[in-house]
């Protein structure tokens, strides 16, 4: 047994000290990995938004802690080489062989754990360029919209102009409507008057002249109206 008793030069433990010290971190290691995993699915279904600096710490602990075993194992290993007795060095190789294994086991599922949050990193990342890039696009549709609703508004103001110019010229032609039917009646008027007192054939003859013209302006005043509606029209399309 004075062979299991060999000292780590420079460290005064032995191998038995140092395998104490490999299980306890072992231990360790197990118990914080099961906390990551808990604390990686925790966060990764939405949870608390602290639990990425929780995770990052944790992490370099178990990875700190990994080292210090895998330091440990070496030293292990170059001591049951050391031992005389075959089946004692038969019995700490198994031992420190199975430490390895575990510590190995441990160190593939870390692994394992980075790459997982490398990429939930990179979805995240892509993700937010996706949203920027969309973000973008909306605001682009969202000024089309805009120019459109503005166009829509102008064609809207104009078409209740050009009603309003309608509505006014059906007026002016209403009224010169009224004046022609109260000009004839005059001029029936003035005609049985004219004809009562036995007017002379050459003033009839110039009422009917005079008459005959203010028809023409009255028809060159509709036109007029009218070209002037049509441009007004045309100017504001």
Do not use: P
Not at 31 to 52: K, P, T, V, Y
Not at 174 to 195: F, G, H, I, M, T
């Amino acid at each position: 047994m004075a062979a299991v008793a060999v000292e780590v030069a420079g460290g005064g433990g032995t191998l038995s000290d140092l395998y104490q010290s490999a299980r306890r971190a072992l231990l360790r290691t197990r118990e914080g990995m099961e906390r990551l995993e808990r604390l990686e699915s925790f966060s990764s279904g939405g949870g608390g938004g602290g639990g990425g600096l929780e995770l990052q710490e944790l992490s370099s602990s178990i990875k700190r802690d990994i080292a210090q075993i895998q330091s440990l194992c070496a030293e292990m290993d170059r001591l049951w080489r050391s031992i005389a007795a075959k089946s004692q060095r038969d019995l700490w190789k198994r031992k420190v062989e199975q430490v390895a294994e575990e510590t190995e086991s441990l160190k593939e599922s870390l692994d394992k754990h980075f790459l997982r949050n490398q990429k939930r990193m990179m979805e995240a990342k892509e993700r937010a360029e996706l949203l920027g890039r969309a973000n973008g696009d909306s605001a682009h549709v969202l000024r089309i919209f805009d120019e459109e609703a503005q166009a829509m508004q102008s064609a809207r103001n104009s078409a209740r102009m050009l009603e309003e110019s309608y509505a006014t010229g059906v007026a002016i032609l209403s009224k010169y409507s009224e004046q022609r039917e109260r000009l004839k009646k005059a001029q029936r008027k003035a005609l049985d008057v004219l004809n009562t007192v036995g007017l002379s054939n050459s003033v009839l003859k110039l009422i009917e002249k005079r008459h005959r013209g203010d028809r023409w302006i009255k028809y060159g005043g509709m036109i007029l109206t009218v070209v002037i509606l049509f441009s007004f029209w045309r100017w504001t399309r």
